[in-house]
Structures are given as C-alpha cells and as structure tokens.
C-alpha cells in the first residue's frame, strides 16, 4: 500500500499493492503494521463494515458527533463516488470536499480521518464498500448532511436517474443546521 496524494487536512488516498498473476491477483487490503508506519497513524479499529447498492443508491452524508469515527473505505466490488466533507471547524480545509471514484478495479483506498461527513453514489449495477472504522456505531449521535446541500455543492456524477436514498438520507439537514466538530 501507498500514499496517492494528501486531501483535504488529513485524508488521504492510498493505493493497494496487487500480486497479479495468470489466477487474477492477491493483496492484502489491510496491514496494520504497514499502514502505521506508512501513514504514521495509530489506528485501532474496532469494526469492519460492508454494504451493498445497487446503481444510483447514494448513501450520506453521514458522521457520529459523539463518537467521530475515522475510516479506511474501500470498494470490492463495482464502482463508487466517494466523497467527505470536513465538518471540523478548525480545520482549514473546513466545509470543503473532496470526491473520487473507488472501484473494485481501480483498487484504490481512501484515509477519512475523524470529522468528516462520508457518502458515496453508486456507478455500477451493484457495489460493494468495505471499511474499517476505529468507534462503535453511536446512531444516536449520527447525523446526516444533505447530499446536495448548496453551500457544500458537491458535483455528483449523477445520471438521468435521481439518487436512491434511504428515508433519513432523503431528510438530510442543510449544512447551516448542523453541530459541527470543534
Ligand atoms: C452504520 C451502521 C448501521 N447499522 C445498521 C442500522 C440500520 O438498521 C442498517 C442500515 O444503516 P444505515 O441506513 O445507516 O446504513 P448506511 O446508509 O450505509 O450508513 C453508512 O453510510 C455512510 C456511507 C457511512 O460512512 C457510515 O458508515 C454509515 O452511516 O444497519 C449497524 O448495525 N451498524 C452500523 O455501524
């Protein structure tokens, strides 16, 4: 695994190390040991999500107020939109965004540190994310940033087809409405 590039203050993109050969490849899509000494992060995670969507699902914008959770997401099936938004207001990267396709192909990873709002529209039939996240899952302090809040003004990709949002997705707040990181 290595760093891509740096985005927005503290993210980062990382890409996987693939062992291809003539039965299609092998790679580890976590080490805990290169991943601390590459990123110099001491991370511990405490839970691996997956879900799947299929074409035009846009989940988010999503973040646990109380119990911020950082995350490393990659996709292992299909392809995504990823996008976070940095909710911390001493940031200096603060209510900016930052998106990128994650795709089973592209095999790239993606470092959302704590603070960010994260979602992802779905460009496949079907996509699969993968990810760790270093808290429990608190939905009591979850909140959600409207996917298509002006102020954030997040170019999705979208297609003649609107999203698919789930009920509390659909009911997302404007980004003047929302607590915010320190
Ligand atoms: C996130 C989560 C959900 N659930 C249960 C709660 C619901 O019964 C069901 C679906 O939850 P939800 O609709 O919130 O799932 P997503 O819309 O994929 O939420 C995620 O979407 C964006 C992309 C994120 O980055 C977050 O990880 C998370 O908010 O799974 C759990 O049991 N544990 C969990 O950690």
Redesign the pocket.
Known sequence: MRILESVLHGALVLQSTRFTDDRGFFTESYNHKKFSQLTGLKTHFV?D?H?R?KRHVL??????LRQP?A?L?QVCQGEVYDVIVDMRQSSPTFKQHFGLRLSADNGLALW?PEGFA???LVLSEQAD?H?K?NN??D?TS?R?LHWADAEIGIAWPLSDQPPLL?P??AQGLPFDQLELFP
């Open positions: 839970q999500n879900s969507s989940r988010g914008m999503h973040y646990q959770q995350k997401v959302v994260h979602g992802f994310l990810y996240v429990d899952y939905p979850e959600c789930s509390k997705d």
